[in-house]
């Protein structure tokens, strides 16, 4: 088993890991990756940052060998923190009214859209500012990693998307919100009317044309004006990208989403565009 060396690392000269009881630690994990913020709760600042990218990962079985390189061999997750909060990335989600919402009934509600895989273990998020419940499955190879570490918590990273997207709404008094979440192979879309989620959706692509393709699609199944729509870009997509350059053909107003502004963000993080790691920067809301 390889160990596994950051792409990214970054780290305020404030941090210490002699009080990790005092932090938490927020990480992010799909097939295309590994990432994990630090969180100083005495100050409401996140003080480091790590990524670590992979190839080669075609299905989430694949990444137990570098999940549990990282987990045995990285000294700082020996330590005890305040939250050690992970993040899954999946497109195996489902949001259910709190109404009908029954604990014993994870199962059954996730066979609504997905066939139930042996190692299925379900979970499920409770969305403050939805009605609804966010139910979804991590598989046990995955969980059983993460046994040894203490105050462990799950999220799906949709969780996240979802809860920043209403906030944002809220607080913008927006009537009318699109947000486009753009990960390396897939992308979400977040549409809230009213201040009110219409809807969330996932999608696979593997070229521009399949991202344009898909975006607009759902946009004519609203009936949403394309030229008239006002998109929120939000994770890993530059201006000067390819993707970038094909929607702003058909979307006439696309801006970039921020951090969290009621948080704090070290300097040293400066040098990360304001929109990149958006899910991950806002897990705290899943908390």
């Known amino acids: ?137 991590v598989p046990d190879y995955i969980t059983n990693i993460f046994k040894p570490v203490k105050n462990i918590a799950f999220s799906h990273f949709s969780s996240a998307l979802i809860e920043a997207g209403l906030i944002h709404a809220k607080q913008s008094n927006s009537l009318s919100l699109i947000d486009v979440h753009i990960l390396t192979d897939s992308f979400q879309i977040v549409v809230i009317k009213n201040q009110q989620l219409e809807l969330y959706n996932s999608f696979t692509y593997q070229t521009s044309e399949d991202f344009l393709y898909y975006l607009l699609f759902v946009l004519d199944q609203l009936k949403i004006d394309n030229e008239k729509a006002s998109i929120r870009l939000l994770g890993e997509v530059e201006k000067n990208s390819t993707l970038y350059t094909m929607l702003y053909k058909y979307i006439n107003t696309i801006n970039f989403g921020n951090r969290p502004e009621n948080l704090n963000f070290s300097y040293i993080l400066e040098e990360i565009p304001s929109h990149f790691h958006y899910t991950l920067f806002n897990q705290f809301l899943c908390e």
């Open 1 to 137: 088993m390889n160990e596994l060396k950051p792409h990214i690392s970054l780290f305020d000269k404030s941090f210490s890991d002699l009080n990790t009881n005092t932090y938490k630690l927020y990480l992010e994990v799909g097939t295309t990756g590994l990432k994990y913020t630090v969180f100083n709760t005495e100050n409401n600042t996140f003080i480091g940052f790590e990524e670590y990218r992979l190839n080669g990962i075609f299905n989430t079985y694949a990444l137990v060998d570098p999940l549990t390189s990282l987990i045995k061999n990285k000294p700082l997750f020996q330590k005890t923190f305040a939250t050690f909060h992970v993040s899954f990335i999946n497109q195996r989600s489902t949001l259910i009214p709190n109404a009908i919402f029954q604990q014993d009934k994870l199962a059954l509600y996730h066979q609504y859209n997905f066939t139930q895989q042996e190692e299925d273990t379900f979970l499920h998020d409770n969305l403050i500012n939805l009605s609804a419940k966010n139910i979804y499955s």
